[in-house]
């Protein structure tokens, strides 16, 4: 799957050798990996049909951009899919990459059959709001996120 949306940038799913520039984009918005530990999580995402990872390459083939989203089907609501994860480098923000990456997951999110995607983004990230409300996101709730170490 490969989506040229223009001549500087490259949208494509992400493979186990971009393991070690997710990890490095992933630690540039505070979420540390190590490359093993992207391969890892890559190869489990590969094996679910439902959801994908994208990455973007600037035109020199360098992955300046991922995004991972899901197709779900619940009880309380028809498919919908979520954005999991968005980063781009901070040399390439501004750019237009982010949106390209956002773009390719609705295009993918419409093929899974979705009626709708949505993304959550902690409170104090303004500049990624504005980024999905100039993309036509609207502003929903603001959930309260509880979470329990299974350890």
């Known amino acids: ?3 040229s949306v223009r001549c500087m ?9 971009d393991a070690q520039s997710i990890a490095e984009l992933g630690a540039e918005l505070g979420y540390p990996s190590t490359r093993q530990q992207i391969a890892t999580r890559l190869a489990g995402v590969e094996a679910e049909p439902s ?10 083939g360098r992955v300046v951009g ?13 498919r ?15 750019g237009g990459v982010g949106a390209d990456l956002l773009r390719a997951a609705e295009e993918w999110a419409r093929a899974e059959g979705c009626v709708r995607i949505r993304v959550r983004s902690r409170d104090t990230r303004e ?8 993309a036509g996101y609207e502003r929903n709730k603001v959930p309260l996120v509880l979470h329990k170490a299974l350890g």
């Open 1 to 3: 799957w490969r989506v």
């Open 9 to 17: 940038t490259t949208i494509r799913a992400a493979r186990t050798y």
């Open 80 to 94: 919908c899919a979520e954005i999991l994860g968005l980063v781009v480098d901070a040399s390439a923000r501004g």
């Open 66 to 78: 991922w995004l991972h989203v899901a197709a779900r089907t619940q009880l309380t609501e028809d």
């Open 51 to 60: 959801s994908r990872v994208l990455v973007a390459e600037d035109g020199e």
């Open 127 to 134: 500049r990624a709001h504005r980024f999905y409300e100039r």
